[in-house]
């Protein structure tokens, strides 16, 4: 099972961007710690994620990036956003219609997606959740709303589990540092889910390292790796997947304690897994 948050990000006055969080845990085969959640698509604009059953999302979200690759007019982004998204709930409701049986005591598919970029056309990210509407027997979409009564643009969409306890440790951080009425959001939708799955003792459906994804206004996606304690050691995990020895890293790697981010190049794990910066 999952937890995602994505939301907006206000660097400066002018500047935003788009982020998306995840935890790594799989649970079809036990505790699983290591699985990509977030995927960024080959359009580079924008970003899917998934929560529920990897028995639809897996195969809804690399059917997905096959039809991406097929389609001249999506990959180029001639397609704008908007119109993406009914692309992806099309061939969502498309490849319902090839199960040939269905399990014993299914009713509706029991996966949930996040979609979320940047809209040439309204100058603007956005983002929604994709589900299933069983009185339409469909995939359908709803957008992300800005917070009401608040002075400051917030928007964030969160999917999974344990949702209402990370909605809850939001308010409370951001009350604690004097931003639940005024201010936009930095990184603590992120701080939360990594206190969540740090002090995970109670929560068994999320787990592993959290995974980072942005998307900036120039319409490219970067995923960050993140810094973070696999079995006592600290590790460079890379959207779920721990990196081994004399791997190299060319994205940016977060620290999810300090927000630090460090950018060096060819950051790489020695032959004790440990960190290297060449």
Known sequence: MTLCISWIRKVSANVEELVIASDS??????????????????????????????????????????????SKRSLDRFQDLVSFKGFVVRCFNDLLDFRSELLENETIPDAEFILGGYSWKQSKFLIWTIHFDKHINSFTFRPAKYWRGVQGSRKVMLIGN?????????????????KLDVGNLDYEPFEVLANMLKNNTDMPDIGGAPQLLKVYKHMNSVPFAVKWKVKSKTRIVFLGRPFQNS???NHPLIDPVTMEITN???????????????
Do not use: H
């Open 162 to 178: 344990y949702v209402d306890v990370a909605k809850k440790q939001l308010i409370n951080l951001l009350r604690d540092r004097k």
């Open 247 to 249: 791997e190299k890293l």
């Open 264 to 278: 060096i190049k060819n950051i790489e794990i020695d032959n004790n897994n440990d960190i290297k910066y060449a």
């Open 25 to 70: 845990r799989l649970r079809s085969c036990g505790a699983w710690d290591s699985n990509p959640k977030i995927f960024p698509l080959p359009r580079k604009d924008c970003f899917i994620s998934f929560a529920g059953d990897t028995l639809y999302a897996y195969p809804m979200i690399y059917n997905l990036i096959n039809a991406i690759n097929n």
